[in-house]
């Protein structure tokens, strides 16, 4: 009797451990369904509404996200560069261009797991449409570097991989109209510090 229970307890043991990684990794690396992908920026506008999809919802409840509401906004988050490439706090990059035609928006860093990357010593850590620097055409450009610079600057620090979050507040970029005409801000990796 005990030689049968052996594998019983086995495939159960193995069962729970599987279903619990399993559950755990897609609720990390799975924000849903529905994206919208723009270069390096991808969006699940559906996050946020009733219509958002069971893994959208887990993913939401595992980050602590609180989603922007479809009348609100939509956010962007970039965790490539437009070559490829992981964004890393070791390398500096330019973000470039144009943001989608919005009310206002925001750009942070965030790690990996989406948690801010706050600077120290009282340097802005985050940048918006009202304190953006632009030239002639309304095109910005947006240091991201360990290293000060002139004009529009966001600090890199820490190590790892890391995310650009853009939140656009007050745009019409999910709806269907329009949707092959959107252009995002270029992310270009300008080079790396050797660590």
């Given at each position: 009797?005990?030689?049968?229970?052996?594998?019983?307890?086995?495939?159960?043991?193995?069962?729970?451990?599987?279903?619990?990684?399993?559950?755990?990794?897609?609720?990390?690396?799975?924000?849903?369904?529905?994206?919208?992908?723009?270069?390096?920026?991808?969006?699940?506008?559906?996050?946020?509404?009733?219509?958002?999809?069971?893994?959208?919802?887990?993913?939401?409840?595992?980050?602590?996200?609180?989603?922007?509401?479809?009348?609100?906004?939509?956010?962007?988050?970039?965790?490539?560069?437009?070559?490829?490439?992981?964004?890393?706090?070791?390398?500096?990059?330019?973000?470039?261009?144009?943001?989608?035609?919005?009310?206002?928006?925001?750009?942070?860093?965030?790690?990996?797991?989406?948690?801010?990357?706050?600077?120290?010593?009282?340097?802005?850590?985050?940048?918006?449409?009202?304190?953006?620097?632009?030239?002639?055409?309304?095109?910005?450009?947006i240091t991201i570097s360990k290293t000060i610079t002139d004009g529009n600057w966001l600090p890199q620090t820490g190590?790892?991989?890391?995310?650009?979050?853009?939140?656009?507040?007050?745009?019409?970029?999910?709806?269907?109209?329009?949707?092959?005409?959107?252009?995002?801000?270029?992310?270009?990796?300008?080079?790396?510090?050797?660590?």
């Open positions: 009797m005990f030689k049968q229970l052996i594998p019983i307890v086995i495939a159960l043991a193995i069962a729970v451990v599987g279903g619990i990684y399993s559950a755990e990794r897609i609720t990390r690396e799975f924000a849903g369904f529905g994206a919208l992908e723009y270069g390096a920026w991808v969006s699940h506008p559906q996050t946020g509404t009733p219509d958002a999809d069971p893994y959208a919802k887990a993913h939401a409840a595992r980050t602590g996200e609180i989603a922007l509401g479809s009348a609100e906004g939509l956010v962007f988050i970039a965790a490539h560069d437009d070559g490829g490439e992981a964004i890393n706090a070791a390398c500096d990059y330019i973000i470039k261009g144009k943001t989608p035609a919005a009310r206002a928006w925001t750009l942070r860093i965030a790690d990996k797991d989406l948690m801010p990357i706050f600077a120290q010593n009282g340097v802005v850590s985050s940048l918006h449409s009202g304190n953006t620097l632009r030239n002639a055409k309304g095109d910005f450009e190590s790892g991989e890391r995310r650009f979050i853009l939140s656009l507040y007050d745009t019409s970029v999910a709806s269907t109209t329009g949707v092959s005409e959107i252009k995002m801000p270029a992310i270009q990796k300008i080079g790396c510090n050797d660590e």
